[in-house]
């Protein structure tokens, strides 16, 4: 008999050692690393009616030129490696034509879509150590001020914003190569963004030695 009580108890007692090993502990909930991708696509087709003023055709008519027309095409393919490792690569279709805004000094001959990066970075989350939702960025991103203006800027449908359309060389691109930080201040009562990039934007590459920081702060005194 004290050998069947003493085998019960040891079983009782072993069996309760590996439950307490898996069971977390009250309120805390484990991170999620299951490695994940995702792609998605952003389109901006247009039709245009031109009504003033009028062409001439290649058969002799005056006519109100029109056109449909793909002024813009991302692929989005963002994902995480782990609950601190993301990444995220966007080429970007686009018309020639756009480049020469850009200052690329490349020349328009058919006006032809051509493939270029607009976003390709890998960001490591700092939740962990700080708030959630700060990061550390390194590659060809988002710069501070058009990307926060851009999420916020309720009438933008197809065109660049205003801060963009600013003639060379103070034009403020929306991504540009580089390495930048971003904070959340607590309880959503405002966050920043700082970085230091080539200042080249993202159409072309680094020509010289000199960098440019950027710099955005946001302050909201009455978060809920």
Known sequence: MRRVML???MGTFMAGMASAQVTPAAGYTPPDDTPSIKVGMTLFPSFTYQSNPTITDADGNVVNKSAFDVGRAYINVTGNISHLVAFRITPDITRES???SLGSGSSVSTDSLVFRIK???AQVNLDDWMTRGSWVRLGIQQTPWVDFEEG???YRFQGTVFAERVPLPTTMSSSDAGASFHYN???NYGDFHVGIY???TYSKVEVNNKK???FRGTLRPFAT
């Open 7 to 9: 085998l019960t108890v």
């Open 212 to 214: 440019g920081i950027e």
């Open 98 to 100: 756009s480049l020469l």
């Open 152 to 154: 916020i800027y309720r």
């Open 185 to 187: 201040i607590p309880s």
């Open 119 to 121: 976003y390709a970075f």
């Open 198 to 200: 080539n200042g080249e």
